[in-house]
Every structure is written in C-alpha cells, then in structure tokens.
C-alpha cells in the first residue's frame, strides 16, 4: 500500500510540474546584454510592456534634448529600432521552444466497447488501455540538449544584432553630419564660380579673354551647381536614412545634429595585435561556434529518433463471459523502411556546413581588419596632408593674390581660380574625414564591438 501510495505521489508530481512549465524569458535577455562590450551608455529595453514602452520613450526624448551626437545616436538606435525590437522576439521564439522541446506527450487512454449481437452470450465485451510515449525517455533529453544549444545561438544572434545596429546607427550619423558638412563646402564653391563666370564674360567684353573662355567659366559654373543639387539630395537621403534607423521616420524634421565625429584612438594597433582581438572578442565567431554546437545536438538528436514511437501501458478487459484480464501494451513502430536515414544525413550536413562556415569567418577576419586598417591610415594621412600643406599652401597663394590684386598687378580671374583651389581643398579635407569615420566605425565593429 505504501508503494502505491508513494507512486501514486510521484506521478502526481510529475503532472503538476510539467503543467508548470512556464516561459520566462528575464535571465535570457540579461545573457544578451552579458555578451555585448562593456561601454557607457543606456539600458537595453524590450518593449514587452506600456512601463517599458514610457521607459523608452523617456530616454529617446532626454538623448534628442540637446542635440543628437553620434554617441545619442547610437543610444536612441539601441531603444528604438524597429528591427532590433523584432530581433528581441527571437528569445522568446528559442525560449518557448526550448521549454516545449523538455515537455513529455500527453498519455493516451483508449477505450473499445463492443456490444453482443449473435450468440450465447449478452454480456458487454469492454477493454480499456493506457499508455505513454516511452521513447521519449531518451528522445525528450537530447530534444532539451538541442533546444538548449538553439538558444544559445539565438542570444548571440540577438547580441551581434545589437553591435550591427550600434554600427549602422554611427555610420548614418557620419554620413548625414558629413553630407552637411559638403553641403556647406559646395555652396562656396559655387559662389566662387559665379564670380569667376562673370568676370570671364567681363574680360570677354574688352578683349582679354576668348568666347572659350567665357564657355568654359560658365560650364564649371554648371557643373558646380550640379554638385550642388546631388549634395542636397544626399543630406535629405542621408537624413532620412538616420531617423529609419533610429525608427524616428515620422520625426525626421526634429533631428538635430550635435557634437563631432568620434575621435580615432591615440594610435592603431598593429595588424597581429588587431587580428588576436578580433579573434577572441568577435561575436559572430562564437554565434559559428554555436551553431556548431547546435548541429551536434541535432545529430545526436537524429541518430537516437531510428524508433519515433515506442509506447509502453496497460490493457484491461472485460469479456462477455465475465471473466477480466489485465497485462502489459507494448506498441512500437518497426523500422523496416523508414530508419531515418535522410534525416542522420541531413544533421551530419548541417554540421559540416556549420564547421566550413566557421573556418570562413575565421578566414574573413585578417582581411577584415587589415582593409580596415589601411583605411584608416591613409584617410589620415590625408587629413593631415590636406591640413598641414595643401590648405595652408592654398592659404597663403590667395593671400598673395588678393594682395596683388589690390595693387592691379593681378589678374582677378586668377585671384578666383586660386580661391576655389583652396574651397577644393577643403571639400577634400571634409570628404576625407567622412572616410576616417567611416573606417573606424567599421573597426570597431570588425574587432568585436570595441576599440583597443
């Protein structure tokens, strides 16, 4: 009786865990935040909430108060882009079907009840039978080990969609704070034409300077407004670009850019030194690992399913005589046709197209890091050509000119021409420091989400 009563108690335990099982998805998204680089800046929010939708907004609204920098930038991307709130979902897709994947089937009861219609007999024939999905007793394991390891993929895919959206977030803020900033260049440059155009047509009118000239001053002075026009639609593209990411479209016309580009670390790391981080901090290299992980469970997982169904239960029958009968069900598939073949061949596919594809990513990082870094360099070295000689050469030609010019011992359509020279400059100089943040941003990201 006391076995009884103890079993009794046991299976009674099992179904009221079982019917517990909950989906609490709380220290899964703490493994995501757990996996991204340390660095200053707000919370991760996912709006599953009206509390966690005000949070959000409120901080949104505290980072577009002053200004948006690159750094408030990347902070209202990280609260309010649409499709990293969608990515946010994965865990709870992964974790709901991690807690299914550790869930036994239902038991069965059936029941046949067969009625006397010839014969001697009038008794009615009754059998009762009830039973469990035995082969999941090693099948649930290994299903869990799976699922597990599938949410472990899905936290790193979460977390590496977190740095694509932090990069993408700085890149459209330097590509609409440098569209500006050309915009701004351009509109001298035009001006300078301008002058230049009329002047020629001045020297035309006594003699100083052909028809073809003339015709050339005004081309330029085409072509300039030209660049004028393109440089205009890249700031509205580019700005509508940032409030997409940073899920403001419908705000666009209240982005206010702030502050200035990031400055570059004192110093770059040395290629070796720069592959050596990039290999141990990179995300995506340990999301391959992952999924590697993963397509082992899933070979184990089918190597183990060659019998699905194996059912184990008891069947109790009246017959019509009156006698009763009680014994064992054994039910079970025979794997005579189907032994699961495809789908071992299926998991060990998938498992060798995991490894071939870390083997890849590993590949991709040397060359990542070093394109980045050469990049870099010479965006630099550029920056500082342009400032150091070019400008400063420019600067010092016009103010010779406009001193000559002053005393007529110069040709005012040279004084022009030296002018715009130096606006030219000072365009590349502005192009230049697009490419430098460009560059950087995606070292950053191509080292794992920080900079040394």
């Known amino acids: 009786m006391a076995r009884h009563c103890l079993g009794a108690a046991a299976l009674a335990g099992l179904l009221l865990a079982a019917g517990c099982a909950t989906v609490e998805t709380g220290p899964d998204f703490k493994a995501v935040q757990g996996s991204l680089p340390a660095r200053p800046g707000p919370e991760l929010i996912w709006r599953q909430s009206q509390a966690d939708e005000a949070r959000a907004r409120q901080l949104v609204e505290r980072a577009l108060a002053g200004g948006l920098g690159p750094s408030e930038a990347a902070a209202v991307a990280l609260l309010n882009n649409r499709a990293l709130q969608a990515a946010f979902e994965e865990i709870g897709v992964s974790k709901a079907q991690q807690v299914q994947a550790g869930l036994f089937s239902n038991p069965t009861l059936a029941a046949l009840i067969r009625f006397p219609v010839a014969g001697q007999e009038s008794a009615t024939n009754l059998e009762l039978a009830a039973s469990f999905k035995a082969s999941e007793l090693w099948l649930v394991p290994l299903r869990r080990g799976m699922a597990e390891a599938g949410l472990q993929r899905a936290t790193l895919e979460v977390a590496q969609q977190v740095l694509l959206t932090r990069h993408a977030a700085l890149a459209a803020w330097l590509r609409a704070y440098y569209a500006g900033q050309i915009q701004e260049r351009l509109q001298g440059t035009v001006a300078t034409y301008q002058e230049l155009a009329a002047a020629s047509q001045r020297r035309r009118e006594f003699g100083y300077m052909t028809e073809l000239d003339v015709y050339l001053a005004r081309d330029a002075l085409a072509r300039a407004r030209l660049r004028l026009a393109e440089a205009r639609m890249e700031q509205a593209l580019a700005r509508a670009h940032l409030a997409r990411v940073l899920g403001l479209g419908e705000r666009a016309a209240e982005i206010k850019l702030a502050g200035r580009p990031p400055a570059p ?53 009246r017959e019509t005589s009156g006698s009763e009968v009680l014994g064992p069900l054994i039910e079970t598939e025979l794997p005579v046709f189907d032994q699961n073949q495809a789908g071992i061949a299926q998991a060990q596919y998938l498992l060798r197209r995991a490894q071939k594809r870390l083997l890849a990513k590993e590949g991709e990082i040397r060359e990542q890091v070093a394109v980045d870094l050469e990049r870099l360099r010479f965006a630099q070295h550029r920056q500082r050509v342009l400032e150091e000689q070019v400008i400063p050469l420019r600067s010092q030609a016009l103010a010779f000119g406009q001193k000559w010019a002053q005393l007529m011992q110069m040709d005012r359509v040279i004084l022009l021409v030296t002018r715009r020279q130096l606006e030219e400059a000072r365009l590349e100089q502005v192009q230049a420091g697009l490419a430098a943040g460009q560059a950087l941003n995606d070292l950053e990201l191509h080292l794992g989400g920080r900079l040394p």
């Open 265 to 317: 670390p004192q110093g770059l790391p040395a290629l070796e030194r720069a592959v050596t981080l990039a290999r141990a901090g990179r995300l995506d290299l340990r999301l391959a690992r992952a999924r590697i992980a993963e397509a082992q469970r899933g070979l184990s997982l089918q190597r183990a399913s060659v019998v699905k169904d194996l059912r184990l239960g008891l069947n109790w029958e």
